[in-house]
C-alpha cells in the first residue's frame, strides 16, 4: 500500500493539476495497488475523469505498441 507521504503527494500533485487548469480527460495506471492508490488520490477533490487500468502498465510487461493502440482507444486527448 502507499504510505501516508505517497498519498499526500498523490493529492498535492492533483491540486497542482487543478490549480493550473491543466486539461485532463483520463488517467491511466497500473492495476497494482500503490499505483492504483496514486491514482485515486490524485483524482480526489477534482472533477470526475476517466480512470483506466490496464496490465500493459504493470511492472515487467510494458509493451509500448499494445499501451499506444490501448490508450488511443480510450479517445482521450489529455491522459495522465
Excluded: I
Excluded at 18 to 38: C, G, I, Q
Excluded at 49 to 57: E, G, M, S
Amino acid at each position: 500500500p502507499l504510505s501516508d507521504l505517497g498519498h499526500r503527494q498523490a493529492r498535492v500533485l492533483g491540486e497542482a493539476f487543478r490549480r493550473l487548469a491543466l486539461p485532463l480527460d483520463a488517467v491511466a495506471s497500473s492495476p497494482f495497488v500503490r499505483a492504483r492508490e496514486t491514482a485515486e488520490g490524485f483524482l480526489d477533490g477534482g472533477p470526475a475523469v476517466a480512470t483506466h487500468f490496464t496490465d500493459l502498465l504493470a511492472q515487467g510487461t510494458l509493451r509500448k505498441r499494445k499501451l499506444a493502440r490501448e490508450l488511443a482507444g480510450l479517445g482521450a486527448e489529455h491522459l495522465a
